[in-house]
């Protein structure tokens, strides 16, 4: 693959790269694949020409994934990645490193804010190149986290280093992706903690516009990840007891210092974001009476969301939580006690919100076209009040199209992400859609700029 050409702008000059760094997902799943498609049949060196991507992660799963594919390696491991690649293993798995992981932090930014690896380090070129750069993860599953039968060959005894599958080797006919395992996990992990980690230290640079692209990974594998911990300090690197971090958004909510940060989902049709996230359906409310707030802050969430893509004030439906929005307290009291006083705080800031209003009716009135509504008075977002609610019209309407995105990081600072899981069922088949990665990718490089 050649290197990237850098296009000029208007007055003629090029043009400053977009950088995008992106976590390659659980190794296990089809994260690896979904990253090769959409890279190399979407973009590189086309529309996607004006960007530098740096890819985080499992260096055998990656290459196996093209080779799957048919596509050769296009990706470079430089001095300076696989530097920062041991440096950030090799601290993580420190009672050192402390709960924050300040000492992989700290080598992260070493790697942007001067271009080298360390303090002292001869070496003086960026980590971020023309073309495509990747940091390699290596993890030994010794010292406690002992390997679960993974793939083929790497399923002999401990996963971490898989020396077996290294770029130029032939793949083992027989390989095959089992599951979620503490191995995948802490890969993953790891993989999705360094890009923030990247993308801090590009801000704290003043690097400007910088995207995180995150490939999925599986809650189950991290929760594995974290009960094998080799000490108490990893386990609290990796969230707070007894779970650690759900998922993507809470991870970055605290790397970030960002706690009114969270997630909405952006497509061609419908923008949709949640009050409550992942909540069991039984318990959303019991939380909204806990935390009626929430739908406050979902509401100020999509306002900021809404201007990333280009729409200054936009109008936005809150649902209701019972059917029919409580039809006047006959269904439920909560919409008129709970969500109703919290639609009228956001009117009161100057927000054009309107609710609570059912929800089954509601997402046909907020249907877009080319980023508009369709009926002028219609809507530009919605706010669900769980999961489902949401995401069921979401995903329904949008499809591979949909995007997740992390609305409330600091200042130049993007994570959007494929909106679906690991798919196990259908990873190391080289048949998985990489579509909604492609939207992943264009939108991070584009939004909020």
Known sequence: MPAQKHQANATGDEAPPRRVVVSLGDPAGIGPEIVVKALVTQGLGTKWGNAQFVLVGDEPSLALAAARAGIAPFWRVTDQSLELGRAWMGMSGTAGAGAAGEGPWDAARAAV?????????????????????????????????????????????KVGNATQCTLGSPVPPDLRIAGPTAWSGRVSFEAVDLAVAV???????????????????SKTAWRMARDAAESQAVGLRMGPEPYGFPGHTELLAQRFNAPESGM?????????????????????????????????????????????????RPRIAVCGVNPHAGEGGLLGDEDDHLVGPQVLLARHEGIDAHGPLPADTLF?????????????????AVVAMYHDQGLIPCKLVDGYRAVNVTVGLPGGIVRTS????????????????????????GLGMSIGM
């Open 264 to 312: 909405m989902f952006f497509g061609p049709s419908l923008r949709v974001a949640l009050a409550t996230v992942h909540v069991p359906l039984g318990s959303v409310v019991g939380v909204l009476r806990h935390d009626p707030e929430c739908v406050l802050r979902a509401i100020r969430l999509t306002q900021k969301g809404c201007a990333m893509a280009g729409v200054e």
């Open 364 to 380: 046909a009135r907020a249907l877009l076209k080319d980023g508009k509504r369709v009926k002028d008075e219609g809507f530009d």
């Open 113 to 157: 804010a001067t271009g080298s690896i360390g303090a002292g380090s001869s070496k003086s070129r960026s980590l971020w190149q023309r073309d495509v750069v990747l940091v390699p993860l290596e993890w030994d599953m010794g010292g406690g986290m002992e390997g679960e039968a993974v793939m083929g060959e790497r399923a002999a005894g």
């Open 418 to 441: 494929p909106a679906h899981g690991t798919a196990y069922d259908i990873a190391g088949k080289n048949i998985a859609n990489a579509e909604s990665m492609v939207e992943a990718v």
């Open 199 to 217: 993308a801090k230290a590009e801000h704290e640079a003043g690097c400007g516009h910088c995207a995180i692209v995150t490939a999925p990974i």
